[in-house]
């Protein structure tokens, strides 16, 4: 449907290619111009997870089913929820039930990109600067995950989204690998403060468009015992 050709691949957010369409037209495009992205049908899934090989999803879901109790019930909240890979994911398990999946956005394009390219997947959807998040409170919600977003959200972004959960949870995000970055740390550091580690791993995000890997790292906690 799509043809991607890279145009520039310096470093991670700095990426550029040429998008041909259909029709034979040419757009050339940034890779974090989300708008322009979300405005065709399955292009970020045709760009992150063919293209680029994106693994986030897979590693968060599968760390979380290896520390959840077989046969759980989560009510979860996605941080970021874009265009809904991350919920497809998690409908798709098979460890644990998902009773409930809210989802929370700041760009009114991804959800609409949500509801066309993965419809029946979220319960709820909410504009961050829109919506009455307070209402989440009511919903029981026991797992929050941040899938991406993670390492560009403030400490404070962390505290405000954690306020809307039950006292039990569990927490699902990924950061970048390299352990010396300045956010990473402030991050880890206040999360193992208040939570507790439950199980962390290493893995292979993303290709970068000039073939090499970006390496974060996955994490899940919860409350302390």
């Not at 979380?64 to 265009?83: P, Q, W, Y």
């Not at 009114?108 to 600067?129: Q, V």
């Not at 550091?189 to 390496?215: A, D, F, T, V």
Request: aromatic share 10%.
């Amino acid at each position: 449907m799509y043809k991607i050709s890279t145009i520039k691949a310096d470093r991670q957010g700095d990426e550029i290619f040429n998008l041909e369409l259909a029709d034979g037209t040419t757009k050339e495009l940034h890779i974090w111009d989300y708008k322009i992205l979300y405005s065709y049908p399955n292009l970020y899934q045709s760009l992150i997870i063919d293209y680029l090989d994106c693994r986030v999803y897979e590693a968060i879901g599968d760390l979380l089913n290896s520390v959840i109790e077989k046969g759980a019930t989560l009510r979860i909240l996605d941080i970021a929820c874009g265009s809904g890979l991350m919920g497809k994911r998690l409908r798709e398990n098979h460890q644990f039930t998902v009773d409930y999946l809210a989802g929370i956005e700041i760009l009114p394009e991804a959800l609409t990109a949500l509801e066309r390219d993965t419809p029946n997947i979220y319960d709820r959807c909410f504009l961050s600067e829109q919506d009455d998040l307070s209402q989440l409170k009511t919903k029981n919600i026991n797992c929050m995950i941040i899938c991406g977003a993670a390492s560009h959200m403030t400490l404070e972004n962390y505290k405000s989204y954690l306020s809307l959960l039950s006292e039990e949870t569990f927490i699902a995000f990924n950061l970048i690998g390299d352990p010396l970055q300045q956010h990473r740390r402030e991050i880890l550091q206040w999360m193992n403060e208040n939570y507790q580690l439950l199980k962390n791993k290493p893995y292979r995000h993303r290709k970068l468009m000039n073939g090499s890997y970006i390496h974060h790292e996955v994490f899940v906690y919860c409350q302390k015992i």
